[in-house]
Structures are given as structure tokens and as C-alpha cells.
């Protein structure tokens, strides 16, 4: 497909939403078209799957949340995604994606890797992210951050303390095709700065 698909991963309070916004802004005012989009999310029905798999009052399974998850980025998928990649946008960024799903789900909820991959191939029919910008940070910064911003815990962030070190360790632990890991313990400009250094490395703009 001619478009260009950018993700941003990394634990909670990493700074994706962040980074997310200042780099639409940067691709913007470098011509690109840009269409930003957040997971789990992004449609009716994803949103309305989002709000059931993070609501702190609601029960799942494991398996029950990989689902939900995985209705959602079908839904995504389809209807948004790649619909801009092949026709008006020249990029879609998005604030998390299916390393989310291998931190969370496999090494955070322990189910199995072969499985939720077929799934999730299902759910995607194969789409994979050109650039998967991995944000770097201890997990007790995040929730820091997120502290300090007053965010109330979602389903997820009210889960137990080795839960998100296994997820924080996945995420460390990331590599393949597109994968960049990116310091998030600097500031928002810093990191601003070398996102764009590694979308500018993908693009093969000088
Ligand atoms: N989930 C899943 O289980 N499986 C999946 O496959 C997918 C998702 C796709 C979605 O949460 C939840 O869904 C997630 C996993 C699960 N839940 N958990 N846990 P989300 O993505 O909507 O939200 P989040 O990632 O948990 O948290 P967040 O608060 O949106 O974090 P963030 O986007 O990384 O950070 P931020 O909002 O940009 O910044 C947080 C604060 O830090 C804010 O006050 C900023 O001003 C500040 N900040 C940002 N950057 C910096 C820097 N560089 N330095 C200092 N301070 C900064």
C-alpha cells in the first residue's frame, strides 16, 4: 500500500498521546496528510469495545479481552486504516497497535503466542506497521506521570505490579522489521527530536 503506517508503543504514561500529537503536527508541516488514530478505538464499534474491555467495574477473561481487543483493531483495521493507506492519506499513526497485544495478552496475561498471533492476523489481514517507535521508561515513571496528571486507573492499570513489569519487559524486549526504541525518560521535544529522526530513516527524506 502507498501509505505509511506509524506506531507508537511503550507502557502506560510512556508520553505515546503525546509524542503521537507533536509528530502529526511535524508531518503536517512537512506536507504529509496525516491521520491519527488511538487502540483500542477509533470507530463506534471500537470505542464502544474500548470503554467495555477497560471499564474498572467489568470482569473478562483473558481470552473475553483479547476478543474485545481484537473486534476493535478488526473494526479499525477495515473501516480506517487501511482505506487512508490506499487512497487519501499518506500516513496513519496510531497510539499503540499489536505489540500492545503481545506485552498485554501474552506476556502480561500469559496466553499463548501462537494463538493470539493467528488471531490477530485474522483481526488485521496481515497489516503491519512500517515503523513501530517503542517508548522506553520504567513503569513506576509512567504511573507516576499519570499520577500527577489526576488520569483515574482503567481496568488494565488496576492490574497487579508484576503484571506490568512482565508487560514493561515485553515491550523492552521488542524487536523485528521497523522496531525503534526511543529513550521516553527525556523531554517531550528530545524525544520529538529523535521520533522524527527514525520516521525521516524510514521514508528516506534527508
Ligand atoms: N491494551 C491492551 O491490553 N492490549 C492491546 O492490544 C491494546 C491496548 C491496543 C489503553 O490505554 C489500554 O488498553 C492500555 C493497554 C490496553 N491500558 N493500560 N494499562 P491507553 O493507551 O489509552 O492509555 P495508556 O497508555 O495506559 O496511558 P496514557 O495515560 O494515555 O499514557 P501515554 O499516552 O503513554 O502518555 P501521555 O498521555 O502522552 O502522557 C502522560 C503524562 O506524562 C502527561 O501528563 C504528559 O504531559 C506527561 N509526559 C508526556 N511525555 C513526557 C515526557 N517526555 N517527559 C515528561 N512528562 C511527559
Redesign the pocket.
Known sequence: MPGLFIVVE?P????????VKRLTRRLQQAGYQVLEV???GGTDGAEAARALV?DPERHWSPVAELFL?LAARAELVTRVIEPRLREDYWVVIS????L??EA??IAGRGLPRDGVFAANQLATGGLRPDLTLV?DIPPQV?RR??A??G?AP?R??REDEELHERVAQAFRDAVGPGVVHLD?Q???EE?EGVAWDAIRARIGTP
Not at 12 to 19: N, Q, R, S, Y
Not at 95 to 98: A, M, Q
Request: no cysteine; hydrophobic share 25%.
Open positions: 511503550g502506560e504514561g510512556a508520553g505515546k498521546t503525546t509524542l488511538r487502540e483500542p477497560l481487543i497510539d499503540r497497535f499489536d500492545s497485544t498485554y495478552q517508548l509512567g506521570r499519570q500527577a496528571q488520569k482503567d488494565m492499570e521516553a527525556r523531554t517531550p524525544l
